[in-house]
């Protein structure tokens, strides 16, 4: 199916495991980015990417980690989770157009227990 | 950096009359992009309207539509003859086109219910 999608959608893990988020898109955009969405914050860029192998941080990238080495996918990785990473985590992505809107994935609702 | 702002955190608006959101953002750049996104209980992100800074024409579909103000820096949403559909988390973003890394940096939602 074309457009982007995240998985797993929801995932309950304990604090100091490691878990990955999957992101896959099928349009070949360039860009591709990482917010989590917590009450009263909005969505908070953690990571972004303007194309394979190119990655950089962006607000709150603590504790996270992410790769590319395809342009239709952009996992991101919790180390150690903690607690205070339980959030929803947004993966987007956008082509190189200056009019082209961020095209969001499901979302994918982590708790840290 | 750039700024988004949105200083209603809720409000609420009766079936079939027009509600304002409000939404204000710092930037140094003249040229750049601001959209609203809905996001229903579903979590789906959904694109309502954009609006491109160089044009003074205010963006308009269907029932919503913006005044964007650029001396101002504010990009308020108008929702008319609103529908019980409507209900949802709207949030204001604001895309550079200088500094790719900080695209769409999204203000803190204004959650808008819709009375019956």
């Known amino acids: 199916d074309a457009g982007i999608t995240q998985s797993p959608r929801y995932k309950i893990t304990e604090t100091g495991r490691q878990v990955t988020l999957m992101c896959h898109q099928t349009w070949s955009h360039s860009y591709m980015f990482w917010y989590r969405q917590d009450l009263g914050h909005g969505l908070r860029l953690i990571y972004y990417s303007a194309a394979a192998d190119i990655t950089d941080k962006g607000e709150v990238p603590d504790g996270y980690v992410v790769s590319r080495s395809k342009t239709e996918n952009f996992p991101l990785t919790l180390e150690s989770a903690t607690r205070s990473q339980t959030s929803v985590y947004f993966c987007?992505?956008?082509?190189?157009?200056?009019?082209?809107?961020?095209?969001f994935g499901q979302g994918t609702r982590l708790t840290v227990v | 950096a750039q700024t988004v702002t949105q200083s209603q955190p809720e409000m609420s608006v009766q079936e079939a009359e027009t509600v304002t959101l409000s939404c204000t953002y710092d930037t140094s750049e003249s040229d750049y992009y601001l959209f609203w996104y809905k996001q229903p209980p579903s979590r789906q992100m959904i694109l309502v309207i954009r609006?491109?800074?160089?044009?003074?024409q205010n963006a308009t579909e269907n029932r919503f539509s913006v005044n964007f103000q650029k001396a101002a820096k504010s990009f308020s949403l108008k929702i008319s003859d609103s529908q019980l559909g409507d209900a949802a988390m709207y949030f204001c973003a604001y895309r550079s086109l200088y500094n790719y890394g900080q695209n769409f940096v999204f203000g803190p939602g204004t959650r808008l219910s819709v009375l019956p």
């Open positions: 609006q491109e800074a160089y044009k003074q």
């Open positions: 987007a992505s956008t082509g190189v157009g200056k009019n082209t809107e961020a095209f």
